[in-house]
């Protein structure tokens, strides 16, 4: 079953790490504010998932990485990447190789980086040799070679012995809101993650009958919050990923 991450707010942090069992936590927002680091301390929200900052263009150290995944007892871990690019994502990996190593206890997520779909299956691959890599992630930006590229790269996933057994969580949710609609019907996808759901319930929009809109650039800091209709969205979002019906 297809699982989702509901990325919050400092201000509706406390109220939505209720509201799943599956969690993303950006590494740069824990040291911008307290609130929403302490939301995710609770051992028993569920399963967590430790992103990097290289989206956000906030990449932190491996060693404040590290430190952050013990103080919140995270499940798993994003390695370092870099948007666009293959080599220099492989390359931040096998440097990591050694802390992965040192810290067995966490699960790691290799993001496939690239700027074409054969860059990417290639990075993929690449990820894949490494043994202690568990899952493959999907970043958002994809989406800027075609809207459905990210279910052509699982397809292509599925169709290769060396990837197929991998994991793949969808980093970010797309302008395309059917997507995880669509995703959830392969086996091979484990999540996606997204503030969609909140920013829209910010401004007591529902999600099932607005049309889509980017987030906006004062997000995690705005202190808008309309708990219904973000609860409401949430809601229907989790439908989108677990519905056996799409």
Known sequence: MMRAAIIPTYQSAKLVVTLTDYHLILAQEILNSAKYRDAYKDPEIGYKILDNGAFEGQLVSTQELFRMAQLLNVDEIVVP????????????????????????????MGVAQGESVEEVLGCACELANMAWVDVI??????????????????????????????????????????????????DNVRGIDTSFPVYMGMQGKLIDEAPYEERPRDYFGNPKYDSFAIQRNVGTYLKWCYSETS
């Open 137 to 186: 992630g999907l970043p958002k930006h994809l989406e800027s070679l075609g809207q459905t590229t990210r279910i052509i790269l699982i397809e292509k996933f599925m169709a290769s012995e060396q990837l197929r057994y991998l994991p793949v969580h969808l980093l970010g949710g797309t302008s395309w809101a059917e997507e995880p609609a669509i995703a959830k019907f392969y």
């Open 81 to 108: 990447d870099t948007l666009h690019d293959w080599a220099s994502t492989i390359e931040q990996a096998i440097h990591f190789t050694g802390w992965a190593q040192a810290f067995p206890q966490f699960r790691y």
